[in-house]
């Protein structure tokens, strides 16, 4: 079956340290892996996606995440966090790559909080 | 560009009465189009998907239907609503043709409160 982890429900980060959202798979063949941000009461929004070549993935927003094939990671990140990336954020897999109908599994979501 | 549009952005209704829910694609042709609910601000749910007019596919059997009388048109409904249903309703469209065709890209959303 396949499957997206977001082990962690919480990630709390002074603003201006780096931040890291963790994301781990479990998906036949090579999925296609996308990031996507949730402020309250608003749709989801794209902020990156691997589909291949570089392991690391930059995004809108300065965000960026790392694909670790070995360790069935997408794990996403910042290098200084703003107190504006306060949010809800979801990881999701792609597993079928040979179909049309693009059907996405998403995690549970991990909440962001950047203190000031 | 393509916009996607949801109305009603928040409703609330009665136990046991009729549910429309209207989603639209602007600048776009023949999108694969998705109903996602969200329980308690988090964990989306997969409801319904379509790859063409008139052509639905449902994921969980519940209390809800979806259709898509037009190309870029996508409702979902119910006939009688429980309180189960609950939630914030989200629309997404993605296009099965061009390089960024495995992006979904979500709507405002609906939240519906059933009491």
């Known amino acids: 079956a396949q499957s997206v982890a977001q082990p962690e429900d919480q990630v709390n980060v002074a603003e201006g340290n780096p931040l890291t959202v963790k994301c781990t798979y479990s998906v036949s063949g090579n999925p296609y892996l996308f990031w996507y941000v949730q402020y309250p009461n608003r749709g989801l929004q794209f902020l990156l996606k691997?589909?291949?070549?570089?392991?690391l993935v930059k995004g809108s927003y300065g965000f960026e995440a790392e694909f670790n094939k070995s360790q069935t990671s997408f794990h996403l990140k910042k290098p200084s966090a703003l107190v504006s990336d306060s949010a809800l954020y979801f990881c999701a897999v792609r597993p079928d790559r040979g179909s049309t109908l693009g059907r996405l599994y998403f995690g549970r979501g991990t909440q962001l909080t950047v203190w000031p | 560009s393509q916009t996607i549009h949801q109305w009603p952005a928040t409703l609330v209704q009665p136990v046991g009465s009729p549910l429309s829910l209207e989603c639209t694609v602007e600048g776009t042709s023949n999108p694969n189009l998705y109903w996602y609910r969200q329980a308690a601000g988090r964990g989306l749910q997969l409801l319904f998907y379509s790859v063409g007019i008139g052509q639905i596919s449902s994921e969980v059997p519940q209390n809800l239907s979806a259709s898509r009388p037009q190309d870029r048109q996508f409702i979902l409904s119910s006939k009688k609503l429980l309180l189960s249903d609950s939630g914030f309703y989200l629309c997404?469209?993605?296009?099965?043709?061009?390089?960024?065709?495995?992006?979904?890209?979500f709507g405002p959303g609906t939240r519906l409160t059933v009491l």
């Open positions: 997404a469209w993605s296009n099965p043709f061009r390089g960024e065709k495995d992006t979904q890209y």
């Open positions: 691997y589909i291949t070549g570089d392991n």
